[in-house]
């Protein structure tokens, strides 16, 4: 299914313009234990509903941002450079197009 991501630097672009980074999540302590690294790396919670993804604009300006995003019906709540992104619960600083 197509859909449209709007690049906080470019705007509005069909899906395909852009590289699926893998969904957000935080990153273990400094040292982390094996199970901690191998947990980070290979288990996502792959939320059938709103979850914060990676997004990289891989044919514009070639930049990382994230994106909210509903994963059953493509809906995008919101795009943000990593520095913008509002806390859970928080209005998105600015509208983002997509969705059906």
């Known amino acids: 299914m197509s859909f449209v991501l709007t690049c906080p630097n470019c ?4 899906v395909t313009d852009f590289a699926f980074g893998g969904e957000l999540s935080s990153r273990p302590r400094a ?3 094996f199970r901690e690294l191998s947990a980070y790396n290979y288990f996502r ?9 990676w997004w990289f604009h891989r044919s514009g300006c070639r930049a990382w941002f994230i994106a909210e ?3 059953t019906t493509n809906h995008v709540f919101f795009t943000a450079r990593p520095a ?13 197009g997509g969705g059906p």
């Open 11 to 14: 705007g509005a672009r069909e």
């Open 31 to 33: 040292r982390p234990s």
């Open 45 to 53: 919670r792959n939320t059938a509903g709103v979850q914060r993804e």
């Open 84 to 96: 913008e992104v509002p806390e859970a619960g928080d209005p998105p600083v600015a509208p983002a």
């Open 69 to 71: 995003r509903n994963t």
